[in-house]
Structures are given as C-alpha cells and as structure tokens.
C-alpha cells in the first residue's frame, strides 16, 4: 500500500513540476485590442494611451501579445506601468485559461 501511495505522490510531483515558473516576451495590451494593433480603437493619440483608456472605459484586461497569443496577465498594477511596451514577463501559464500567473514583468531589450 505504502508503494502504490508512493507511486501517486511522486506522479502528482512530476505533474506540477511541469507547471513551473516560465519567461515570456511580448507587448503589453489588453483585451480589446490583443494582438497590439490600436489602430481601430484609437483610443488616444499613443499605443499606451490607448491600452489605458481600453482598460478604464470598456472593462478590458491586461494581456501579453508574444506575436502569436495572446495571454491574459493576472497582476494589473504591474502591467499598467508598461503598457504597449516589449516586456519579459515570468509567470506560471495556466494554458487553459490562457492565462500567466505573474510573479515579475520587467522591460525587454
């Protein structure tokens, strides 16, 4: 018994090791506009004044745009401060959901 019980906590181990922290490179905008393109919003006069006004105004979400998905941030306050920029972000991506638990996002390259 003490095996097979074992065998389960070491399968459940290797499972969550598989949902460690990852790093990500991408824009930062939001829900509305997720593949960074603002020029059909237009929400105001720059990229970053239009993720601002997105965000405020129609209840959007912040995401990160990697050039092929876009992934839904779940820290706001950190997002906001880069908003439209090349950021890395490092995180733990729920797939499903498309969503990066952040634990840090700082500026790119």
Do not use: W
Not at 12 to 26: I, P, R, V, Y
Not at 51 to 78: E, F, P, Q
């Amino acid at each position: 018994m003490m095996t097979r019980l074992g065998a389960i906590v070491l399968a459940a181990a290797a499972l969550s090791a598989g949902q460690g922290k990852q790093t990500f490179t991408g824009v930062i905008t939001d829900s509305e506009c997720p593949l960074g393109s603002h020029s059909q919003m237009r929400m105001g006069p720059t990229d970053a004044e239009c993720v601002a006004a997105c965000i405020a105004d129609h209840d959007a979400t912040y995401v990160l745009y990697d050039g092929k998905n876009a992934y839904a941030l779940s820290d706001r306050k950190a997002a906001a401060r880069f908003a439209a920029r090349k950021v890395t972000v490092t995180g733990v991506l729920d797939a499903k959901r498309k969503t990066i638990q952040v634990n840090s996002i700082t500026a790119a390259p």
